[in-house]
């Protein structure tokens, strides 16, 4: 197990940028593919974006090709989530999880460490 800390949401204007990052202590960080999962209101806890363990492989959700980019920094333990031209609908709460595996990346199921997550909304 893994604990993760997520930071850096907040209210912003649509078109506007912002960097979440995830904090992770415990087992090693290198050892773990991690993604990013967001929940709105009324809605099921859907898959964001994941980056593999040695940050070869990148995957993200259709709505947000382009705008968001993951990345992470396993010297600090720390996956970034950075996210330009913020629309609306992008609003929900983002967390951050870990999985031994890039195999089902979207797949909340296969990530066994979660943060508290970090609300972000965008104001039309």
């Known amino acids: 197990q893994v604990q993760l800390v997520e930071s850096g949401g907040g209210l912003v204007q649509a078109g506007g940028s912002l960097r979440l990052s995830c904090s992770a202590s415990?087992?090693?960080?290198?050892?773990?593919?991690m993604g990013w999962f967001r929940q709105a209101v009324g809605k099921e806890r859907e898959f964001v974006s994941h980056i593999s363990r040695s940050s070869g492989a990148t995957y993200y959700t259709d709505s947000v090709k382009g705008r968001f980019t993951i990345s992470r920094d396993n010297a600090k333990n720390t996956v970034y989530l950075q996210m330009n031209s913020l629309k609306p609908e992008d609003t929900a709460v983002y967390y951050c999880?870990?999985?031994?595996?890039?195999?089902?990346?979207?797949?909340?199921?296969?990530?066994?460490?979660w943060g508290q997550g970090t609300q972000v909304t965008v104001s039309s």
């Open positions: 415990g087992r090693t960080f290198s050892s773990y593919a």
């Open positions: 999880a870990a999985s031994y595996s890039s195999a089902t990346y979207d797949n909340p199921l296969d990530y066994h460490s």
